[in-house]
Protein backbone atom coordinates (compact mmCIF):
# COMPACT_ATOMS: atom_id res chain seq x y z
CA UNK A 1 0.00 0.00 0.00
CA UNK A 2 1.19 3.72 -1.01
CA UNK A 3 2.06 5.94 1.95
CA UNK A 4 2.95 9.46 2.48
CA UNK A 5 3.89 10.92 5.84
CA UNK A 6 5.04 14.25 5.89
CA UNK A 7 6.66 16.03 9.29
CA UNK A 8 6.63 17.93 10.89
CA UNK A 9 2.75 18.65 11.44
CA UNK A 10 2.90 22.32 11.82
CA UNK A 11 6.40 24.88 11.62
CA UNK A 12 5.94 28.26 13.25
CA UNK A 13 9.24 30.20 11.62
CA UNK A 14 10.02 34.11 11.66
CA UNK A 15 10.09 36.01 8.57
CA UNK A 16 13.43 35.26 6.70
CA UNK A 17 14.17 31.80 9.01
CA UNK A 18 14.55 29.49 6.30
CA UNK A 19 13.78 25.61 6.65
CA UNK A 20 12.31 22.36 4.94
CA UNK A 21 9.58 20.42 5.24
CA UNK A 22 10.31 16.86 4.64
CA UNK A 23 7.68 14.06 2.58
CA UNK A 24 8.40 10.66 3.00
CA UNK A 25 7.13 8.05 0.52
CA UNK A 26 6.85 4.26 0.23
CA UNK A 27 5.22 2.87 -3.33
CA UNK A 28 5.87 0.17 -5.42
CA UNK A 29 7.45 2.25 -8.26
CA UNK A 30 7.36 5.93 -8.21
CA UNK A 31 5.55 7.47 -11.39
CA UNK A 32 5.62 11.12 -10.07
CA UNK A 33 5.70 13.30 -6.36
CA UNK A 34 3.79 16.19 -6.72
CA UNK A 35 3.73 19.53 -3.63
CA UNK A 36 0.71 21.70 -3.49
CA UNK A 37 0.14 24.71 -1.27
CA UNK A 38 -3.23 24.75 0.66
CA UNK A 39 -4.65 28.39 1.67
CA UNK A 40 -7.61 28.33 4.51
CA UNK A 41 -10.67 27.37 2.71
CA UNK A 42 -9.27 26.90 -0.61
CA UNK A 43 -8.84 24.15 -3.22
CA UNK A 44 -4.90 22.49 -3.38
CA UNK A 45 -2.39 25.12 -5.52
CA UNK A 46 -0.41 23.20 -7.41
CA UNK A 47 3.69 24.18 -7.14
CA UNK A 48 6.12 21.43 -8.34
CA UNK A 49 6.36 17.78 -10.18
CA UNK A 50 9.09 15.41 -9.39
CA UNK A 51 9.61 12.40 -11.52
CA UNK A 52 13.29 11.30 -10.36
CA UNK A 53 15.85 10.70 -7.69
CA UNK A 54 18.20 13.52 -7.88
CA UNK A 55 15.56 15.96 -9.80
CA UNK A 56 15.10 19.56 -8.40
CA UNK A 57 12.58 22.39 -9.29
CA UNK A 58 12.32 26.08 -7.63
CA UNK A 59 10.12 28.34 -7.73
CA UNK A 60 11.03 31.78 -5.72
CA UNK A 61 11.37 31.00 -2.27
CA UNK A 62 10.82 27.44 -2.74
CA UNK A 63 12.88 24.23 -3.78
CA UNK A 64 11.74 20.82 -3.98
CA UNK A 65 14.28 17.81 -3.56
CA UNK A 66 14.05 14.22 -4.51
CA UNK A 67 15.06 10.99 -3.21
CA UNK A 68 14.29 7.51 -3.75
CA UNK A 69 12.25 7.69 -0.10
CA UNK A 70 11.61 11.42 0.21
CA UNK A 71 11.43 14.60 -0.73
CA UNK A 72 12.20 17.78 0.61
CA UNK A 73 10.43 21.21 0.23
CA UNK A 74 13.55 24.13 1.25
CA UNK A 75 12.17 27.75 2.07
CA UNK A 76 14.76 30.04 1.77
CA UNK A 77 13.94 33.54 3.75
CA UNK A 78 10.21 32.86 3.89
CA UNK A 79 7.48 36.03 3.84
CA UNK A 80 4.35 35.91 5.67
CA UNK A 81 2.67 35.11 2.79
CA UNK A 82 4.40 32.14 2.48
CA UNK A 83 1.78 30.50 5.60
CA UNK A 84 -0.31 27.55 4.43
CA UNK A 85 -0.53 24.08 4.64
CA UNK A 86 1.91 22.37 2.30
CA UNK A 87 0.63 19.22 0.51
CA UNK A 88 2.93 16.36 -0.85
CA UNK A 89 1.26 13.08 -2.75
CA UNK A 90 3.05 10.32 -4.95
CA UNK A 91 1.30 8.84 -8.22
CA UNK A 92 2.69 4.89 -8.26
CA UNK A 93 3.24 3.44 -11.09
CA UNK A 94 0.47 0.18 -10.37
CA UNK A 95 -1.94 2.93 -9.37
CA UNK A 96 -5.07 2.84 -11.08
CA UNK A 97 -7.13 5.75 -11.77
CA UNK A 98 -4.26 8.02 -11.76
CA UNK A 99 -4.68 7.84 -8.36
CA UNK A 100 -2.75 10.42 -5.71
CA UNK A 101 -1.82 9.59 -2.45
CA UNK A 102 -1.60 12.67 -0.04
CA UNK A 103 0.01 12.70 3.00
CA UNK A 104 -1.65 14.98 5.83
CA UNK A 105 0.24 18.28 5.15
CA UNK A 106 2.64 20.62 7.05
CA UNK A 107 1.49 23.61 8.35
CA UNK A 108 3.49 26.45 7.96
CA UNK A 109 3.46 29.87 9.46
CA UNK A 110 5.45 32.35 8.77
CA UNK A 111 5.76 35.62 11.52
CA UNK A 112 6.44 38.80 10.64
CA UNK B 1 -5.89 29.39 -12.37
CA UNK B 2 -6.89 26.35 -14.15
CA UNK B 3 -10.52 27.19 -15.36
CA UNK B 4 -12.52 25.08 -12.54
CA UNK B 5 -16.13 25.58 -10.75
CA UNK B 6 -17.85 23.99 -8.50
CA UNK B 7 -21.15 24.29 -7.27
CA UNK B 8 -22.67 24.46 -4.56
CA UNK B 9 -19.49 26.29 -2.31
CA UNK B 10 -21.34 25.32 0.79
CA UNK B 11 -24.19 22.61 1.53
CA UNK B 12 -26.06 21.53 4.22
CA UNK B 13 -28.57 18.75 4.21
CA UNK B 14 -30.22 16.32 6.27
CA UNK B 15 -29.25 12.18 6.36
CA UNK B 16 -31.13 10.18 3.94
CA UNK B 17 -31.46 13.05 1.46
CA UNK B 18 -29.86 12.74 -2.04
CA UNK B 19 -27.21 15.49 -2.88
CA UNK B 20 -25.44 16.33 -6.14
CA UNK B 21 -22.31 18.58 -6.35
CA UNK B 22 -21.12 19.52 -9.81
CA UNK B 23 -17.91 20.09 -11.23
CA UNK B 24 -17.63 22.63 -14.07
CA UNK B 25 -14.07 23.03 -16.55
CA UNK B 26 -13.17 25.22 -19.07
CA UNK B 27 -9.75 23.79 -20.05
CA UNK B 28 -10.90 20.43 -22.28
CA UNK B 29 -9.34 18.51 -20.50
CA UNK B 30 -10.05 14.48 -20.86
CA UNK B 31 -9.58 13.60 -16.78
CA UNK B 32 -11.56 14.86 -14.12
CA UNK B 33 -11.49 13.12 -10.38
CA UNK B 34 -13.44 13.57 -6.90
CA UNK B 35 -11.82 13.60 -3.73
CA UNK B 36 -12.83 13.98 -0.47
CA UNK B 37 -10.75 16.03 2.22
CA UNK B 38 -10.81 15.00 6.25
CA UNK B 39 -8.88 15.78 9.55
CA UNK B 40 -6.77 12.49 9.36
CA UNK B 41 -6.80 11.02 6.07
CA UNK B 42 -5.90 14.18 3.89
CA UNK B 43 -7.21 13.75 0.58
CA UNK B 44 -8.38 10.30 -0.68
CA UNK B 45 -9.85 9.69 -4.39
CA UNK B 46 -13.77 8.57 -4.34
CA UNK B 47 -14.24 8.78 -8.64
CA UNK B 48 -12.46 9.92 -11.86
CA UNK B 49 -13.48 9.84 -15.47
CA UNK B 50 -11.21 9.50 -18.09
CA UNK B 51 -13.46 10.56 -20.88
CA UNK B 52 -17.46 11.49 -21.58
CA UNK B 53 -18.95 8.41 -20.26
CA UNK B 54 -16.23 6.70 -18.67
CA UNK B 55 -15.86 6.89 -15.21
CA UNK B 56 -14.27 4.32 -12.67
CA UNK B 57 -13.86 3.77 -8.70
CA UNK B 58 -11.44 5.20 -6.65
CA UNK B 59 -10.24 4.37 -2.84
CA UNK B 60 -13.57 5.15 -1.16
CA UNK B 61 -16.31 5.25 -3.61
CA UNK B 62 -18.84 3.30 -1.36
CA UNK B 63 -22.48 5.59 -1.63
CA UNK B 64 -20.90 7.64 -4.00
CA UNK B 65 -22.08 7.76 -8.25
CA UNK B 66 -20.97 9.79 -10.56
CA UNK B 67 -22.09 10.95 -13.83
CA UNK B 68 -20.30 12.72 -16.96
CA UNK B 69 -22.14 13.46 -19.96
CA UNK B 70 -20.22 16.45 -21.24
CA UNK B 71 -16.56 17.00 -21.42
CA UNK B 72 -17.16 19.96 -19.04
CA UNK B 73 -19.37 18.41 -16.45
CA UNK B 74 -18.31 16.14 -13.77
CA UNK B 75 -21.07 15.56 -11.67
CA UNK B 76 -20.73 13.56 -8.31
CA UNK B 77 -24.04 12.35 -6.35
CA UNK B 78 -24.46 11.17 -2.98
CA UNK B 79 -27.95 8.87 -3.29
CA UNK B 80 -29.09 9.24 0.61
CA UNK B 81 -26.47 11.14 2.29
CA UNK B 82 -24.87 10.05 5.55
CA UNK B 83 -23.11 11.98 8.48
CA UNK B 84 -19.60 9.95 7.81
CA UNK B 85 -20.28 12.25 4.19
CA UNK B 86 -19.96 14.99 6.09
CA UNK B 87 -16.88 16.24 4.32
CA UNK B 88 -14.95 18.80 1.97
CA UNK B 89 -15.10 17.91 -1.65
CA UNK B 90 -12.62 18.82 -4.60
CA UNK B 91 -12.89 18.28 -7.79
CA UNK B 92 -9.59 18.17 -10.10
CA UNK B 93 -8.58 17.72 -13.61
CA UNK B 94 -5.85 16.62 -15.94
CA UNK B 95 -4.59 16.39 -19.84
CA UNK B 96 -3.28 12.89 -19.46
CA UNK B 97 -2.90 9.96 -17.48
CA UNK B 98 0.10 9.22 -16.14
CA UNK B 99 2.23 11.82 -14.34
CA UNK B 100 0.38 14.47 -15.55
CA UNK B 101 -0.31 17.56 -12.79
CA UNK B 102 -3.92 17.31 -11.24
CA UNK B 103 -5.36 20.80 -10.62
CA UNK B 104 -8.07 21.21 -8.03
CA UNK B 105 -11.60 22.98 -8.03
CA UNK B 106 -12.10 25.37 -4.95
CA UNK B 107 -13.99 22.93 -3.00
CA UNK B 108 -17.64 22.75 -1.59
CA UNK B 109 -17.90 21.98 2.00
CA UNK B 110 -20.46 19.52 2.69
CA UNK B 111 -22.69 18.96 6.33
CA UNK B 112 -25.05 16.40 6.58
CA UNK B 113 -27.26 16.65 9.88
Known amino acids: EDQVTQSPEALRLQEGESSSLNCSYT??????LFWYRQDPGKGPEFLFT???AGEEKEKERLKATLTKKESFLHITAPKPEDSATYLCAVQAVETSGSRLTFGEGTQLTVNP | DAGITQSPRHKVTETGTPVTLRCHQTENHRYMYWYRQDPGHGLRLIHYSYGVKDTDKGEVSDGYSVSRSKTEDFLLTLESATSSQTSVYFC????????????FGPGTRLTVL
Open chain 1, 27 to 32: VSGLRG
Open chain 1, 50 to 52: LYS
Open chain 2, 92 to 103: AISESYEGDTQY
